[in-house]
T-cell receptor, first 114, second 118 residues
Framework: DQQVKQNSPSLSVQEGRISILNCDYT??????FLWYKKYPAEGPTFLIS?????DKNEDGRFTVFLNKSAKHLSLHIVPSQPGDSAVYFC?????????????FGTGTRLTVIP | GAGVSQTPSNKVTEKGKYVELRCDPI?????LYWYRQSLGQGPEFLIY????????DSGLPNDRFFAVRPEGSVSTLKIQRTERGDSAVYLC????????????????FGPGTRLTVL
């Protein structure tokens, strides 16, 4: 069963506009959440993370929001740039168990149109 | 500094053969992870090493899969009697040592090995 879900396989956004990527999870033991970006033929690259004790984390153009009651998180990119075009993976970890392995969603392919 | 490296980048083999995939982690990273990414899916956890020992191998799909890390650095993922369903990209990641519960160290991923079983 998929414990981390990204229900939108793809998203297209005009350059300069906001991109919003969504992620849902089912396991209440998850307490650390991450977004990874992946280009073809490369490994995933860490983008931004958030601990369950927070509801927002911001890093430049990237902001992650966490809604624990809804078991939902989202990544906002503003303004979107053509170089942001990639596949974005949401991931979660249950660190309180001492485990660091990540559970990934299926990814959302973002295309930023110049 | 060098990132995580994986060799080979591509491996084509025939059903029933044995394969070895190698991962060279970032120097000083004691934690090492193997993931498998099938087409259209996200990476799925296989096994986690802390030093030389496998701390968690719960993700290995069956006993055809085995991984070692004899000196606490390079790791080899070994697949016996390969099947067509084993075709995937095998990703390795490394991180600093776990600091215990409620702590998280960023995992750095290699480029992966694309395995194709004919």
């Amino acid at each position: 069963d998929q414990q981390v879900k990204q229900n939108s396989p793809s998203l297209s956004v005009q350059e300069g506009r906001i991109s919003i990527l969504n992620c849902d999870y089912t396991n209440s033991m998850f307490d650390y959440f991450l977004w990874y970006k992946k280009y073809p033929a490369e490994g995933p690259t860490f983008l931004i993370s958030i601990s369950s004790i927070k509801d927002k984390n911001e890093d430049g153009r990237f902001t992650v929001f966490l809604n624990k009651s809804a078991k939902h998180l989202s990544l906002h990119i503003v303004p979107s740039q053509p170089g942001d075009s990639a596949v974005y993976f949401c991931a979660a970890s249950a660190t309180q168990t001492g485990a660091n392995n990540l559970f990934f969603g299926t990814g959302t392919r973002l295309t930023v149109i110049p | 500094g060098a990132g995580v490296s994986q060799t080979p980048s591509n491996k084509v083999t025939e059903k029933g053969k044995y394969v070895e995939l190698r991962c060279d982690p970032i120097s000083g990273h004691t934690a090492l992870y193997w993931y498998r990414q099938s087409l259209g899916q996200g990476p799925e956890f296989l096994i986690y090493f802390q030093g030389t020992g496998a701390a968690d191998d719960s993700g290995l799909p069956n006993d055809r899969f085995f991984a070692v890390r004899p000196e606490g650095s390079v790791s080899t993922l070994k697949i016996q009697r390969t099947e067509r369903g084993d075709s995937a990209v095998y990703l390795c990641a490394s991180s600093l040592a776990s600091r215990g519960p409620r702590s998280y160290n960023e995992q750095f991923f290699g480029p992966g090995t694309r395995l194709t079983v004919l």
